[in-house]
């Protein structure tokens, strides 16, 4: 299906609710896989475990589509495996953020195989997310529905519980290409609308009203491609998922972005989300209305994969320096900072989410520059909001 085409069965897709009359379906994201590459997605996560790195990529162009592999040995964790895109960027590398109370309509074309299977436990194939929220909004499954294969369009409540939006049979639209078209409103009282189209025939339209589609104070929602699946189902084969012809369009004019505090420029002080840092395995930096740069690095710690890196921290001398860390903090929770790679000194917070707490404690820098890793094996840590060393 060439872009034009696209556009005019987007642009077909159901009325604009009754408050956006008179605004205009604005085109914002339409990646060509041959001229864009992956570069067309925020971030991926392929294989971000290493657990199969015979394997890689697992997420790369075939052609003019994405292509989303999933091997056997592929994992994302002890019970499940991975390997998604996130989010959209422009060609000139912009990320595109969809934002509280914007209306947005992502359609494309998929390719599910007889080999990806419906599953009694949970396969995903497409997500929006929030990055600073770990339940999803709204997902493309694969579930299995008394005793029959399905495709299922569903969103979530910030409590984790899930309702079906719509579902359509699975058989009769694996080995080929079909469209699918994903229109919602992220908001507090939000929307969403699933139409799935085998070329002209119509399987699904369904749409909800009034759902909450929107669980992050100062961040912004991103849709995901790939295969998201439980390996705790029988039959499981290696399998993959293409996706191409993507576009999104945006109701009306940006919302504009929440107003966030400066960087702090004073010495001895650095940002968690500073670039040249690493964020490694599901670590990022995330938008934050109360920390210093407006931003916080989540998603770190509970495993020996999901760690942060600030490098780049001077010392004029060799000798104990003092450490203060900035995060918000859920409750007690705890760092281990490696300093240039040795042992690793605790650093236990406590506080809450809602404001930045901060912590003391003795590290030795070796005069010159100096990297500290920030980790937990064995729990989720704060979200870091910045050091600063005295």
Request: some cysteine; charged content about 25%; hydrophobic content about 35%.
């Amino acid at each position: 299906m060439g872009a034009l085409a696209a556009l005019t069965l987007a642009a077909s897709v159901g009325a604009a609710p009754a408050t956006a009359l008179g605004q205009r379906w604005e085109p914002s994201w339409s990646p060509d896989p041959r001229i864009d590459g992956v570069g067309a997605f925020e971030a991926l996560e392929d294989d971000r475990r290493g657990s199969h790195p015979e394997g890689l990529p697992h997420v790369y162009v075939q052609g003019n589509a994405y292509r989303f592999d999933a091997h056997l040995e592929d994992r994302d964790g002890s019970d499940r495996m991975r390997n998604e895109s996130r989010g959209m960027r422009t060609r000139n590398g912009r990320k595109i953020e969809i934002r509280e109370d914007e209306t947005w309509r992502i359609s494309y074309q998929m390719y599910i195989p007889d080999t990806l299977h419906a599953t009694p436990s949970f396969t995903h194939i497409w997500q929006l997310k929030a990055p600073d929220v770990s339940t999803p909004l709204a997902q493309l499954s694969l579930p299995i529905v008394n005793g029959v294969p399905k495709i299922q369009a569903r969103y979530w409540e910030v409590d984790d519980s899930v309702h079906e939006v719509g579902a359509a049979d699975l058989a009769p639209i694996q080995n080929k290409w079909v469209t699918t078209t994903l229109e919602f409103k992220s908001g507090d009282d939000g929307y969403l609308r699933w139409v799935l189209q085998d070329g002209k025939r119509t399987l699904a339209d369904k749409r909800v009203d009034h759902i909450d589609l929107w669980f992050s104070d100062e961040g912004y929602n991103r849709p995901k491609w790939g295969v998201y699946r439980s390996i705790r189902s029988a039959g499981l084969e290696e399998t993959y998922l293409l996706v191409r012809d993507l576009k999104a369009w945006r109701l009306g004019p940006r919302n504009p972005v929440p107003s966030t505090p400066p960087p702090d420029r004073g010495p001895g002080a650095y940002e968690a989300e500073r670039v040249g840092n690493v964020f490694e395995g599901a670590a990022e930096p995330a938008r934050c209305g109360v920390c210093s740069g407006g931003h916080k690095v989540l998603l770190t710690g509970g495993n020996i994969y999901d760690y942060t890196v600030i490098r780049g921290v001077l010392s004029e001398t060799t000798g104990a320096r003092e450490l203060t860390v900035h995060a918000l903090v859920d409750g007690a929770q705890t760092f281990f900072v490696s300093v240039n790679g040795a042992d690793a000194i605790q650093v236990p917070m406590s506080g809450n989410k809602e404001a930045v707490s901060t912590a003391t404690v003795q590290v030795p820098l070796v005069a010159g520059v100096n990297t500290l890793r920030f980790y937990n094996l064995s729990a989720r840590t704060p979200e870091l909001d910045k050091i600063v060393i005295r």
